[in-house]
T-cell receptor, first 114, second 113 residues
Framework: GAGVSQSPSNKVTEKGKDVELRCDPISGHTALYWYRQRLGQGLEFLIYFQGNSAPDKSGLPSDRFSAERTGESVSTLTIQRTQQEDSAVYLC?????FGGGELFFGEGSRLTVL | AQSVTQLGSHVSVSEGALVLLRCNYSSSVPPYLFWYVQYPNQGLQLLLKYTTGATLVKGINGFEAEFKKSETSFHLTKPSAHMSDAAEYFCAVSAGTASKLTFGTGTRLQVTL
């Protein structure tokens, strides 16, 4: 596609439910990142994927969070047993070149946990 | 590990005044430095970046930033603010091509008449 696409754009869920967020990166981009942006705060790194290398999961806040990526295409971020503190905008970005390259961001998935 | 500090979570300037948004970084290796902008209800987009070479880099919409190694800074400036510059600005650093981007907490720029 022309840009990074994320779905759903908005998700309201009840505490304790599982949610899946999807990211379609720009075709050909080998690097894919997930960030979390809580209201009024900066971007918090969650995880990145780079080609076929093992992902860097160092930013995942708990074992309730996991992410997968199939090859160099779609990625899904899964949050199990959601808590109210998980409420945030989840941003996905992709890049042609890891590290020094420009990140192209999607518009985010806004998650609200009631 | 690298880190970024943005001084001032909110900055307000008058239209036509100088914009100065401060960013200091920490990196154990020569850094790559970025400024991203997030307009209301939009995704982040790259404003400018420094990787190697000229330390004064120019970006879109009249913004520029200067890499100062001695001060570990990468402040963003624009000579004359416009109402359309109102947005959230994020500084980011990576330790070269084998490192993820680490973002600062952002500075919200308000432009008043």
């Amino acid at each position: 596609g022309a840009g990074v696409s994320q779905s759903p754009s908005n998700k309201v869920t009840e505490k304790g439910k599982d949610v899946e967020l999807r990211c379609d990166p720009i075709s050909g981009h080998t690097a894919l990142y997930w960030y979390r942006q809580r209201l009024g705060q900066g971007l918090e790194f969650l995880i990145y994927f780079q080609g076929n290398s093992a992902p860097d999961k160092s930013g995942l806040p708990s074992d309730r969070f996991s992410a997968e990526r199939t090859g160099e295409s779609v990625s899904t971020l899964t949050i199990q047993r959601t808590q109210q503190e998980d409420s945030a905008v989840y941003l996905c970005a992709s890049s042609l070149v890891f590290g020094g390259g420009e990140l192209f961001f999607g518009e985010g998935s806004r998650l609200t946990v009631l | 590990a690298q880190s970024v500090t943005q001084l001032g979570s909110h900055v307000s300037v008058s239209e036509g005044a100088l914009v100065l948004l401060r960013c200091n970084y920490s990196s154990s290796v020569p850094p790559y430095l970025f400024w991203y902008v997030q307009y209301p209800n939009q995704g982040l987009q790259l404003l400018l970046k420094y990787t190697t070479g000229a330390t004064l880099v120019k970006g879109i919409n009249g913004f520029e930033a200067e890499f100062k190694k001695s001060e570990t800074s990468f402040h963003l400036t624009k000579p004359s603010a416009h109402m359309s510059d109102a947005a959230e600005y994020f500084c980011a650093v990576s330790a070269g091509t084998a490192s993820k981007l680490t973002f600062g907490t952002g500075t919200r720029l308000q432009v008043t008449l």
